[in-house]
Structure formats: structure tokens, C-alpha cells
């Protein structure tokens, strides 16, 4: 019997060091290793600093796959993302290397993991529009009425998200929570989880977004509406984009939206939380403190040999 392939993965909320956990990791076990981007953001070119996309020392110590994969203004699924990450797990295994899945979008890893059934369905530009100038709670209604399950796993607020999933039941028939059955597992997992209490992953949130913007991310968003790509856009309506977006328009001053995009930050945590809850079996979980990286080497190192993690 053919002993199943290995995929680690790395999980957690924004900000609590999931990248330097996966860097730290490989060069303590100086095995091969290579990391697959688990989040949704960092699939887009051009936006590098307001997506904490890991810098090019940081690939350069681990090589990543899944970045800068779409311009801006493409469309970008569920489905599409769990195709490429398939293709990237059989590139990574035909190297002899083995794989850590790298990410805050829980939706991506466990589709990933589970083997979730994800339909294709491209984007329908022209029905986008059209419920982008409905309102967001009759959006959400309309969501609830056909696909009650969806609230398990879709925040009311992310127009985005709600916007997709009657995208796919207008195009199937059937609601995104049907979709979610699952094929047997082709690999062995190891999940890690970071986490932090609360209050010191908020001050951590909020010192990483004043570093953003010393580090130019309002710049940023100026190349990108120079660029040609539009504030509309679903890639710009990521936390910080939107408010930068706002604050070039005029409509805010920075220091409003700076204070915004740590709100907004602080509300994905807690949304990225739902999806990697503090009792879940699946997840060995570690404090995200300066002993982090030794906690988890040990961990990864005794699972690769086949001991119990």
C-alpha cells in the first residue's frame, strides 16, 4: 500500500506570524520545504505591502508558491485557487520536498485539506454589478433564504463572499454550502495553529498597520489607481485598500482611515477565528510567543519521522 504524502499547514489570525513561523521552521530542520500561500490577498500582483505579502528575503529563505499569481483587476475563486494549489502539492511532492500551507483564508485551507468539491464557476461580471448596487442586507436576506447553512461560514459583512456564493447557486442551481462535500483525503496533515490573547494580537494588529503606512502603503494605492485599477475593483475592497481608496477620494482624512484599517483588522481576526476555533482537534496549537518556532520544529520533526505529533 502506498504510504500517503505529507502537507503541513500553518494557520491562524492576521498578524500573529504564520510566514516567520514557516521560515523559522524549515532553517531549524534544514529539510526541503516549500510554502504554498493559503491567503487570499497575496494571490495579487502589485499589492504587496497592504497584503503583508512575504518580502523577497523571505522567499528567498523559503520558496512560496501562489503569489502573484492575478493582476488586480481579474477575477480570483475559491475554486480556481484550490485547482492551482493541487497542481503546486504535486510539483512540491515531485521535488522531494515537502509542503506547508501558509495562511489566514479558512475557507482555502480546508478546502484544501478536507477535499472539499468546489464547482467551477467563473466570475459573471455583468451579475457582480448588477448586486453590488443592491443593497447589502438584501443581498444577505436573499442568501439566508436560499442557502441557511452559508452563515456558518460567511460574515454578513463580507459583501464579497455573500456576492459569490449566490453567484454559484445562480449558476448551479444549488447553494455554496452543497458544494462543500468532501472526497477523501490524498495526504497526511499536520496542522499548526498560532494564537495570542486578544488584547496583545490587537496591539500587534495595530503596530503592523502604522508600519504599512510608514512603509508606503498609501503610495501603494496611488500606483494602483495609476495603474488603471479602479477603487471598484473586488481585488481593492481588502481591508486598507478600501480605506486608502477613501481617503485618496477625499471622503476621509489618513489618520481616519489608518484608524479604520486597524478596526477592520481587528473584526478579520476575529472572523479568521471562526474558521481556526481554540477547540478544534484538528489544530495542534502553539502560543505566538519567542518560543514559537522551537515548540513547532519539535512538533513537525517528531510527525515527519511518524511519531505522534
Not at 25 to 43: C, H, I, K, M
Not at 61 to 84: K, M, T
Not at 278 to 293: C, F, L, Q, T, V
Request: aromatic share 8%.
Amino acid at each position: 500500500m502506498r504510504t500517503k504524502r505529507k502537507v503541513i499547514a500553518i494557520v491562524g489570525a492576521t498578524a500573529t506570524g504564520k510566514t516567520a513561523l514557516a521560515i523559522e521552521v524549515a532553517r531549524q530542520l534544514r529539510g526541503d520545504f516549500e510554502a504554498l500561500n493559503a491567503d487570499s490577498r497575496q494571490v495579487y500582483r502589485y499589492m504587496d505591502i497592504g497584503t503583508a505579502k512575504p518580502t523577497a528575503a523571505e522567499r528567498g529563505a523559503l520558496p512560496h508558491r501562489l503569489i502573484d499569481i492575478v493582476n488586480p483587476d481579474e477575477g480570483f475563486s475559491l475554486g480556481r485557487w484550490l485547482q492551482l494549489a493541487k497542481e503546486a502539492l504535486d510539483e512540491v511532492w515531485e521535488q522531494g520536498r515537502v509542503p506547508i500551507v501558509v495562511g489566514g483564508t479558512g475557507q482555502y485551507v480546508w478546502a484544501l485539506l478536507e477535499g472539499w468539491r468546489v464547482p467551477r464557476v467563473p466570475p459573471q461580471e455583468e451579475l457582480r454589478r448588477e448586486m453590488e448596487a443592491r443593497p447589502p442586507e438584501e443581498l444577505l436576506a436573499e442568501l439566508r433564504r436560499v442557502d441557511p447553512e452559508s452563515q456558518e461560514f460567511i460574515e454578513p459583512k463580507n459583501v464579497r463572499r455573500v456576492i459569490r456564493a449566490l453567484e454559484v447557486y445562480y449558476a448551479t442551481g444549488k447553494p455554496l454550502s452543497h458544494w462543500r462535500t468532501k472526497d477523501a483525503p490524498r495526504f497526511e496533515t499536520l496542522v499548526i495553529g498560532l494564537r495570542m490573547a486578544r488584547e496583545a494580537l490587537y496591539e500587534r494588529i495595530d503596530g503592523r498597520v502604522e508600519a504599512m503606512m510608514a512603509s508606503g502603503f498609501p503610495e501603494e494605492v496611488r500606483g494602483l489607481v495609476d495603474r488603471g485599477y479602479g477603487c471598484d475593483l473586488s481585488a481593492m475592497s481588502g481591508i486598507g485598500y478600501r480605506e486608502l481608496c477613501a481617503h485618496i477620494g477625499g471622503e476621509m482624512s489618513l489618520d481616519e482611515a489608518v484608524a479604520r484599517t486597524k478596526t477592520g483588522t481587528h473584526r478579520l481576526a476575529r472572523h479568521q477565528n471562526t474558521w481556526f476555533k481554540a477547540g478544534d482537534e484538528r489544530i495542534r496549537w502553539i502560543e505566538a510567543n519567542d518560543g514559537a518556532s522551537e515548540a513547532a520544529a519539535r512538533v513537525v520533526e517528531s510527525w515527519l519521522r511518524g511519531e505522534a505529533a
